[in-house]
């Protein structure tokens, strides 16, 4: 399946980089981590399992480079470059 405006719609992920959002509940800090080149493991929320400690609330995975900043308003931006 071909990637749909940046973000990967199919199964085969190995090649892709991963994009997690997580909000630390305790401290409200948002943490955005990059995984990519089998350089980190992926734990996507699951409902039926035992509930992880701060989560990935939103994800992605993406053929496309993303950086990240926050504006003058304290919003996220996040920019394909």
Known sequence: MAANGGFYLGTDLKDKTFYGFR???????????????????????????????????NWVWSTDTYQFHWDSEGHLIMVMV
């Not at 305790?26 to 035992?50: F, H, K, M, R, Y």
């Open 23 to 57: 909000e630390i509940v305790s401290t409200g800090q948002c943490l955005i981590e990059i995984i990519q080149n089998g350089n980190g493991v992926v734990s996507t929320p699951d409902v039926s399992a035992i509930q992880y400690p701060n989560p990935y609330v």
